[in-house]
Nanobody, 128 residues
């Protein structure tokens, strides 16, 4: 059974940092594009960042432009792990954060419909 499981969410204060982790199991995710999306109440699911396999142990990293100065995305030492580092968090970052994965391909990273596997989501709440 293929699973993506997110961890590390919770409630923090504005200006704090938080790290989310996603662990995949049930198949190899080494060559997959793995990504983070988020969805705030009443809004569409939004692309946060992704890592796309390049070759060997190298991955290209793509972070949404509006988040580039505060968010980082990286594969863990185990390539089935995807981490999201968030700093200087703001109340508008409050959302459910989802991990997603799809087999390697040339599609743009930010297309929700292209992802085959999804985690159950984890809540991040930023209090002002």
């Amino acid at each position: 059974q293929v699973q993506l499981v997110e961890s590390g969410g919770g409630q923090v204060q504005a200006g704090d940092s938080l790290r989310l982790s996603c662990k995949g199991s049930g198949r190899s995710f080494t060559s997959d594009t793995m990504a983070w999306f988020r969805q705030a109440p009443g809004k569409d699911r939004e692309f946060v960042g992704a890592t796309r396999w390049k070759s060997g142990s190298f991955y290209n990293v793509n972070v949404a432009g509006s988040l580039l100065d505060r968010f980082t995305v990286a594969r863990g030492g185990n390539r089935n792990v995807l981490n999201l580092g968030m700093s200087d968090l703001r109340p508008e970052d409050t959302a459910i954060y989802y991990c997603a994965s799809r087999p390697k391909g040339d599609n743009d990273d930010d297309r929700v419909g292209d992802y085959m596997y999804w985690g159950q989501g984890i809540q991040v709440t930023v209090a002002s």
